[in-house]
């Protein structure tokens, strides 16, 4: 069962407003990574259009996801910019070095890989990003050092934890 | 710090903040924070910079400054030392005790650090002299890489709200409007539309309909390969508010949005921030600098949908709906935003507005092609920014003259094309946009000399592509781009971009007929006559233009089954360069699929039934021993 605790108080942020349906919707899927159904149901209920309405928003636009996306969101960014400079190349890479396809995530949900239209940082093209991270100029050789990274990021945080 | 006056900006332009001491600096060091530079740990360059400044003793003579985007950003993190103006590339926090001590005490700039043309040995030290900015003309980025973004009194220092100041007691909204509409500026998001035009057309419905106006500033910078508004924001974001508050003055907007794209963290954040300080200093907000006039600006993050950029999508998704557009026989000044007066203009486009009313539209009309003062259309006035990027040594932002030829922007300021490659096309315009061949390098860029080569102006996007770029594939790509991003409203625009797309994947498999540029051609006429919207309309120009100018290129494709450019993998295989291979064994640990075998020293092979040609083998080679060869059909 998910928590929905924090819906309400997103939705109290945006006054439960029909208009603010969208920066709701991007609230949530910042706190729990994706729209897990009970979110999308509270969030129907709570403003009052049904989830059908409030699904074909989640589905429309290409931020939200209705599953999990991984702890470290891995996205090659697919501009023009970047295309030309292989970024296919870089995703057939990641799939192969994470044994996922583009739009999986990994099964314990460390990394989630897709592409992305485009970040913006075309004069550093190709481009990947991990969340707000942005590693530039980069190679078939650079993604496994970039997963190592944030394994090891992970390791050390879960350490320190401990 | 409370509401401020006029005479209040006066003090912050003449001698630093009222209140703290106006402390002089003898130096200043701008370290640029833009998005790319960030990606480079400029942060950290900074922050070392910091303290060894400190640690040297130069705390009270020498600031660091962290500033947007500076343009260049192949070369990055970018440092520049003013007052001498001294541009350093590729800075690291390991630099900052030897970059400090060499040149801010003893006044010897690192040469080590400085940036050399391709080719050259001597450094070029002074960044006026390096090509890449020599011929730039920055009017909308005046403030780029010189100001602190998130320090609204920087930007007043800089000169910042004075056209406000202009507008709100020296000008009544008809000689803002007649102001904007002589300067000839027109919509810097693609379409091109005067902005005079379009404001005069909203406020004259408001006053109408007797309902309050909206504003809107469109940062959905959606084109893949553009990154225009993002630096913008990301280096002045008091510019654009600028603008948009100067706009309201004209219009009579008491309320404005900016939509903002979810995927500019940076910028969002800046701009954020910036609207706090501005609404801080009474410049957002009611009365503004006493003038009576109340405004303010909300913030709304879009969510990813390229759809979106379009203004009656756009609007319908502030309204909390579906971006898709509707038909625009009634036009969004009249019926826009919740079916009120909605003025929509692009960052850049509000960017432009205080430059034009401090310098006046004829200094801006004096700009850039044709005679805009009595009739905008008649021309393209001002600047325009682009996203220079591809394959092209000075890959950046640069601000350039409106009709300054593409081959000034690729070969004088891009530098032309690296690794001994020969230039093939550019593409402008974004999905909507066109590939323009080499015959064209000449053609002055400007609203409708590109619009007639079959491409467009966009926002600004401008890839270069060399002959390793496939123009078939080029155009697969923003198809597939674009099937994607259809919002699937209008039956042409999804049926017509599913079948084009159906038709160009078979092309690049060496799969096409003859007849397949045919009928690529009759959709993309079907889809401009029948499309909704402009995404629709327009999106056959990356087919047109590619079949227009690059025939022969898809001519190989269908009746060789042969990719010249080497890109189409159905169509090549891999193989070793027996005369080149040195046996230095890079290639075979980057494998993935173990399909490179040999001893060290000696000469690879290459089993072609294993390769999956991704790439690996020749990103390692640095021989370039791994060929790409037309694949045989034989057998």
């Known amino acids: 069962m998910v928590d929905t605790a924090k819906v309400d108080e997103i939705l109290r942020r945006h006054n439960s407003k029909r208009e603010n349906i969208i920066a709701i919707l991007l609230d949530c899927q910042e706190h729990y990574d994706y729209l897990p159904r009970e979110v999308l149901e509270e969030v129907s209920s709570n403003i009052g259009v049904s989830v059908t309405s409030v699904l074909s928003i989640a589905t429309f636009f290409r931020t939200f996801s209705l599953k999990p996306i991984g702890r470290f969101p891995i996205r090659v960014c697919n501009g023009t910019a970047c295309n030309i400079k292989g970024s296919n190349q870089l995703v057939e890479a990641l799939e192969r070095d994470l044994n996922i396809k583009k739009g999986q995530t990994t099964p314990n949900l460390q990394f989630g890989l897709d592409t992305v239209n485009c970040v913006g940082c075309c004069g550093l093209a190709p481009v990947i990003t991990v969340g707000e991270d942005v590693h530039g100029k980069a190679k078939i050789s650079s993604t496994r050092k970039i997963i190592k990274r944030y394994r090891a990021m992970e390791k050390k945080h879960a350490e320190s934890v401990h | ?635």
């Open chain 2, 1 to 635: 710090m409370p509401r401020v006056s006029i005479e209040d900006l006066k003090k912050i332009r003449g001698n630093g903040k009222p209140g703290v001491s106006s402390k002089k600096f003898r130096a200043k060091v701008l370290v640029c924070a833009g998005t790319g530079c960030i990606s480079g740990n400029s942060y950290k360059t900074a922050k070392a910079l910091e303290t060894e400044i400190e640690k040297q003793g130069l705390a009270q003579q020498v600031q660091v400054v962290k500033t947007g985007c500076q343009g260049f950003c192949a070369e990055g993190p970018i440092v520049i030392v003013q007052p001498d103006g001294i541009f350093y590339r590729g800075v690291g926090p390991k630099h900052a005790p030897k970059m400090i001590e060499e040149h801010l005490l003893n006044g010897k700039p690192v040469e080590k650090l400085m940036y050399t043309l391709p080719g050259q040995e001597h450094p070029i030290p002074l960044l006026k002299e390096i090509p890449f900015f020599a011929k730039q003309k920055l009017v909308v980025l005046r403030n780029r890489g010189a100001i602190d973004p998130e320090k609204i009194d920087d930007y007043i220092a800089a000169d910042g709200y004075k056209a406000l100041e202009k507008a709100l007691t020296l000008m009544t909204p008809e000689q803002i409007l007649s102001e904007i509409k002589k300067s000839g500026l027109r919509g810097r998001g693609g379409g091109g539309f005067p902005a005079g035009i379009k404001w005069e057309s909203c406020r004259r419905a408001a006053q109408h309909r007797h309902v309050d106006p909206v504003l809107v500033c469109n940062a959905d910078e959606g084109d893949p390969g553009a990154f225009m508004d993002r630096s913008i924001i990301e280096s002045d974001p008091h510019a654009v508010l600028e603008g948009m508050i100067i706009g309201a003055r004209a219009i009579g907007c008491k309320e404005g949005f900016v939509y903002i794209r979810h995927e500019y963290p940076v910028a969002r954040e800046r701009l954020s921030k910036a609207i706090e300080q501005a609404r801080d200093y009474g410049l957002l907000g009611k009365n503004i600098l006493d003038s009576g006039v109340d405004f303010d600006i909300e913030v709304v993050r879009g969510a990813g949908a390229f759809v979106c950029g379009e203004s009656t999508a756009l609007m319908a998704s502030l309204e909390g709906n579906l971006g898709e557009p509707r038909a625009k026989y009634i036009h969004t000044v009249e019926y826009g935003y919740k079916n009120r007066p909605t003025n929509l203009n692009n960052v850049e486009t509000w960017a432009n507005v205080p430059v034009i009313i401090n310098n006046g539209s004829k200094w801006f009309a004096s700009m850039g092609t044709g005679e805009v003062t009595e009739n905008p259309w008649e021309g393209s006035s001002g600047t325009k920014v682009f996203s220079l990027v591809g394959k092209v040594h000075n890959t950046g932002l640069i601000e350039v003259p409106m009709g300054i030829t593409l081959r000034e922007i690729v070969f004088n300021i891009g530098g032309g094309i690296p690794d001994g490659h020969q230039f093939k096309a550019v593409q402008t315009g974004g999905p909507s946009g066109g590939c323009l061949p080499e015959s064209l390098l000449d053609m002055p860029v400007d609203f409708d000399s590109l619009t007639e080569a079959g491409s467009m102006m966009g926002s600004g996007g401008m890839i270069v592509m060399d002959d390793q770029t496939c123009m078939v594939e080029v155009a697969r790509y923003f198809i597939s781009f674009l099937t994607e991003e259809s919002c699937g409203k209008c039956v042409p625009c999804r049926e017509g971009l599913t079948s084009s797309l159906e038709i160009l994947d078979r092309i690049t498999q060496g799969k096409g007929s003859e007849e397949d540029l045919e009928l690529l051609e009759e959709i993309a006429e079907v889809m401009r006559d029948c499309c909704f919207c402009a995404l629709g309309t327009s999106a056959s120009n990356p087919v047109l233009s590619t079949i227009r100018y690059f025939k022969k290129e898809y001519e190989a494709h269908i009746k060789d089954h042969q990719c010249p450019a080497g890109v189409c993998r159905e169509l090549i295989e891999y193989d070793i360069d027996p005369e080149k291979c040195d046996g230095c064994h890079a290639c075979v640990p980057a494998c993935s699929v173990h399909a490179i075998t040999g001893e060290v020293k000696e000469l690879h092979t290459l089993d072609k039934t294993e390769c999956i040609k991704c790439g690996a083998c020749i990103e390692v080679c640095k021989r370039q021993a791994i060929l790409k060869c037309p694949r045989s059909f034989a057998a």
